[in-house]
């Protein structure tokens, strides 16, 4: 496999439920990320991994629980979630160095919908 | 004030056309700059990197004005494929954690 795998593409979730969402890298990278998009709205960053260490929570509800085993997989935990949380949910990964910013790419995103 | 701003279109040209986009940003301090595109129900794909002196891949050409603040990407002769939504991205900081993505402005081409 090349790029950046997510599993599942499609998830249909009740609120009461526990569900994780999967990424993989297989670019050699050293940071992951989450993002969630809704309709109509930009991209929102999540979380940020470097070096399988967490640097950023961008304010993210305490039902999105990321977690980062080694630089090439991700996971999100979701639990007890809203159906505000639907959205379409992208990793990404990117060679990150500090001071330089390099180009992330994605993975093809989990859609996901809360009932 | 939004800290990335894309006009949101649609933007609706014939096949051949030359077509343009800014994006402003409200940070004096950003360092990095970048154009995905994305098409319907996919992942962004990056297009290009903007760098300080303007740079060009085929069709595309990116510039930056640091000056007035904003990014623009120009595509020529566009094709029918060219259609998709794009994306400016903006680092705020030197540090992959402070990414803002614009909403996206979207392009149509017509036959």
């Known amino acids: 496999e090349t790029g950046v795998t997510q599993t599942p593409r499609h998830l249909v979730m009740g609120m009461t439920n526990k569900k994780s969402l999967k990424c993989e890298q297989h670019?050699?990278?050293?940071?992951m990320y989450w993002y969630k998009q809704s309709a109509k709205k930009p991209l929102e960053l999540m979380f940020v991994y470097s070096l399988e260490e967490r640097v950023e929570n961008n304010s993210v509800p305490s039902r999105f629980s990321p977690e980062c085993p080694n630089s090439s997989h991700l996971f999100l935990h979701l639990h007890t979630l809203q159906p505000e949380d639907s959205a379409l949910y992208l990793c990404?990964?990117?060679?990150?160095?500090?001071?330089?910013?390099?180009?992330?790419?994605f993975g093809p995103g989990t859609r996901l919908t809360v009932t | 004030r939004k800290e990335v701003e894309q006009d949101p279109g649609p933007f609706n040209v014939p096949e051949g056309a030359t077509v343009a986009f800014n994006c402003t940003y409200s940070n004096s301090a950003s360092q990095s700059f970048f154009w995905y595109r994305q098409d319907c129900r996919k992942e962004p794909k990056l297009l290009m990197s903007v760098y300080s002196s303007g740079n060009e891949d085929g069709r595309f050409t990116a510039q930056l004005n640091r000056a007035s603040q904003y990014i623009s990407l120009l595509i020529r002769d566009s094709k029918l494929s060219d259609s998709a939504t794009y994306l400016c991205v903006v680092n705020a900081y030197s540090s992959a954690s402070k990414i803002i993505f614009g909403s996206g402005t979207r392009l149509s081409i017509r036959p």
């Open positions: 670019l050699g990278h050293n940071a």
């Open positions: 990404a990964s990117s060679q990150d160095r500090t001071g330089t910013f390099y180009e992330q790419y």
